[in-house]
């Protein structure tokens, strides 16, 4: 596997704020949540975004693609869907008398997972393997995906009807757990007027990055220093959701990396070469929530995930912000 041409951190930010410049072109008024979608690439990793219709998954999805160059696929997860129309299949061919592969739509660079939660757990489990290890196993061959390759999931966090609860291996998978929310009025009125302007209803934005742009940014995260006081802030973190009180199950050392990585990636995109106690903080609640469980006899009293982490942000001492690191070396 050939290694990305380097980049300096300056390059890396300049990238990272002309791919959310050229995204919010589309999706207006989301900048913090943009930011977030995109450390959450750039740390390589997959995206949960739980919200209500219309309010821009889809399109921030498609928009991402359009700016990091990467080609992109939409999966509508319906009940009747198979792992196979995932992943792909055998299929006879005829002619020559022979099984012939037909890749499925997540051999792409961009998957956008649309309404995971609405097909069953068979076909969600389609999805570990590809998140994992960036490869599909069919009829006991192993085939490996494109790089870049990442997954966009939205979930509709209100309606419950004909919908399938993702497993906790499942939502382990996932780096980042977010919401857009709704725009305020100002913004709103933007979305109405461009759409005005326009005169259609389809909209593209330009290319900002291609693949080895990308993977060219993603390895200038790996050179972003974390002090050992931020490292062992993050720790004591999630180790505190283990052990609060409304905690069934709390967050995985997985949860841990997930909070190091995306910070790394969240520093690029702000212009540093060192993670800060902001970062982790930002991170928090996307990086945790989906990863604790609260107790089942404290649902009626409306504890979640979100609570516990807020609680423990509240207790856990925050180490002092370091101006500079000692020295630029990806140490986590």
Same mark, same amino acid.
């Given at each position: 596997?050939?290694?990305?041409?380097?980049?300096? !951190?300056?390059?890396?930010?300049?990238? %990272?704020?002309?791919?959310?410049?050229?995204?919010?072109?589309?999706?207006?008024?989301?900048?913090?949540?943009?930011? @977030?979608?995109? %450390?959450?690439?750039?740390? +390589?990793?997959?995206?949960?975004?739980?919200?209500?219709?219309?309010?821009?998954?889809?399109?921030?999805? #498609?928009?991402?693609?359009?700016?990091? +160059?990467?080609? &992109?696929?939409?999966? *509508?997860?319906?009940?009747?869907?198979? !792992?196979?129309?995932?992943?792909?299949?055998?299929?006879?061919? *005829?002619?020559?008398?022979?099984?012939?592969?037909? =890749?499925?739509?997540?051999?792409?660079?961009?998957?956008?997972?649309?309404?995971?939660?609405?097909?069953?757990?068979?076909?969600?489990?389609?999805?570990?393997?590809?998140?994992?290890?960036?490869?599909?196993?069919?009829?006991?061959?192993?085939?490996?995906?494109?790089? =870049? &390759?990442?997954?966009?999931?939205?979930?509709?966090?209100?309606?419950?009807?004909?919908?399938?609860?993702?497993?906790?291996?499942? @939502?382990?998978?996932?780096?980042?757990?977010?919401?857009? /929310?709704?725009?305020?009025?100002?913004?709103?009125?933007?979305?109405?007027?461009?759409?005005?302007?326009?005169? #259609?209803?389809?909209?593209?934005?330009?290319?900002?990055?291609?693949?080895?742009?990308?993977?060219?940014?993603?390895?200038?995260?790996?050179?972003?220093?974390?002090?050992?006081?931020? /490292?062992?802030?993050?720790?004591?973190?999630?180790?505190?959701?283990?052990?609060?009180?409304?905690?069934?199950?709390?967050?995985?050392?997985?949860?841990?990396?997930?909070?190091?990585?995306?910070?790394?990636?969240?520093?690029?995109?702000? /212009?540093?070469?060192?993670?800060?106690?902001?970062?982790?903080?930002? @991170?928090?609640?996307?990086?945790?929530?989906?990863?604790?469980?609260?107790?089942?006899?404290?649902?009626? *009293?409306?504890?979640?995930? %979100? +609570?516990?982490?807020?609680?423990?942000?509240?207790?856990? !001492?925050?180490?002092?912000?370091?101006? %500079? =690191?000692?020295?630029?070396? +990806?140490?986590?």
């Amino acid at each position: 596997m050939t290694h990305p041409t380097p980049v300096d !951190p300056t390059e890396a930010t300049r990238a %990272a704020t002309a791919v959310l410049d050229t995204v919010e072109r589309a999706v207006v008024g989301k900048r913090d949540s943009l930011e @977030l979608v995109l %450390a959450g690439i750039l740390a +390589g990793g997959h995206v949960l975004i739980e919200d209500l219709p219309g309010l821009g998954k889809t399109l921030a999805a #498609r928009s991402f693609a359009q700016a990091l +160059g990467l080609p &992109f696929t939409r999966a *509508q997860f319906t009940p009747d869907l198979l !792992p196979s129309d995932l992943t792909g299949a055998e299929v006879f061919d *005829q002619r020559n008398g022979e099984f012939l592969f037909r =890749p499925g739509p997540v051999f792409t660079g961009l998957l956008l997972a649309d309404e995971v939660n609405r097909t069953p757990p068979k076909t969600q489990s389609a999805l570990l393997e590809a998140m994992q290890e960036r490869q599909v196993t069919v009829e006991g061959t192993t085939r490996a995906l494109p790089r =870049p &390759f990442h997954v966009l999931a939205t979930a509709n966090p209100i309606e419950h009807e004909g919908t399938y609860p993702l497993p906790e291996a499942q @939502l382990d998978r996932f780096l980042l757990r977010l919401s857009f /929310g709704y725009p305020t009025a100002a913004d709103e009125w933007d979305v109405v007027s461009r759409r005005l302007d326009r005169r #259609r209803e389809e909209q593209s934005v330009t290319e900002v990055l291609d693949r080895e742009g990308l993977l060219a940014v993603q390895e200038a995260v790996e050179d972003v220093h974390v002090e050992d006081a931020i /490292g062992h802030y993050a720790v004591e973190l999630v180790a505190a959701t283990r052990t609060h009180q409304h905690s069934l199950v709390g967050a995985s050392p997985r949860g841990t990396l997930a909070l190091i990585t995306c910070a790394r990636a969240l520093a690029v995109i702000r /212009g540093r070469t060192y993670v800060v106690p902001e970062d982790i903080k930002a @991170l928090a609640h996307p990086a945790l929530d989906h990863r604790v469980t609260v107790k089942p006899e404290l649902w009626l *009293q409306n504890a979640t995930g %979100a +609570g516990v982490v807020e609680s423990v942000l509240s207790q856990v !001492p925050v180490p002092a912000a370091t101006e %500079a =690191p000692a020295a630029v070396g +990806g140490r986590a």
